[in-house]
């Protein structure tokens, strides 16, 4: 069996917890320069990405994990 190793130097795209672990879902990623970029491992893996600013994506997943959204 071969181990899969990630490169440092690519970034780590990551999903929710809640995910079913398929591979399709909304996935994020921590960007070094304050940005939260986001994509659709489902339809557009390497399509289109929307960045959000750290303050944004903090606020918009507090509100979805407190129910106000």
Do not use: Y
């Not at 591979?23 to 489902?42: A, F, H, L, N, W």
């Amino acid at each position: 069996m071969f181990a899969v190793q990630h490169d440092p130097a690519e970034p780590m795209w990551r999903s929710s917890s809640h995910s079913s672990g398929n591979g399709q879902c909304v996935e994020v990623m921590e960007d070094p320069r304050g940005t939260v970029p986001v994509r659709d491992s489902k339809t557009a893996p390497t399509g289109p990405r929307l960045s959000f600013g750290d303050r944004a994506w903090t606020t918009f997943v507090t509100a979805v994990g407190t129910g106000r959204l």
